[in-house]
């Protein structure tokens, strides 16, 4: 059993950028791989970026040279750092715990959510 707990989100203005965190609980976290979705008002949930245990990551074209995930197992968490960040990027930001993939399926554990709001 893994528990998250997301931290970091806030307003922005468009173009300023936040670094989201994520706590986990649990001697397993080194093992999984750590993903980041969003899911925007009316939108399905959607993937953004993904970390491997032994360090590769994805990113979602949307994101790609804009976001940066990240993660310390010395500290059992996982960062997201968004830069340059736009209007279209408002969303509740979940913290997720699973395998490498890009659907929220593969996914066994969830956060509750942060909300990133980015005002134009």
């Known amino acids: 059993q893994v528990q998250l707990v997301e931290s970091g989100g806030g307003l922005v203005q468009a173009g300023g950028s936040l670094r989201l965190s994520c706590a986990a609980s649990?001697?397993?976290?080194?093992?999984?791989?750590m993903g980041w979705f969003r899911q925007a008002p009316g939108k399905e949930r959607g993937f953004v970026a993904f970390?491997?245990?032994?360090?590769?990551?994805f990113y979602a074209d949307s994101v790609k040279g804009r976001f940066t995930i990240s993660r310390d197992n010395s500290k059992n968490t996982v960062y997201l750092q968004m830069n340059s960040l736009k209007p279209e990027d408002t969303a509740v930001y979940y913290c997720?715990?699973?395998?490498?993939?890009?659907?929220?399926?593969?996914?066994?554990?969830w956060g509750q959510g942060t909300q990133v709001t980015v005002s134009s």
């Open positions: 997720a715990a699973g395998r490498a993939a890009v659907v929220a399926g593969a996914f066994d554990f």
């Open positions: 649990g001697r397993t976290f080194s093992s999984y791989t």
């Open positions: 970390i491997t245990s032994g360090g590769s990551t």
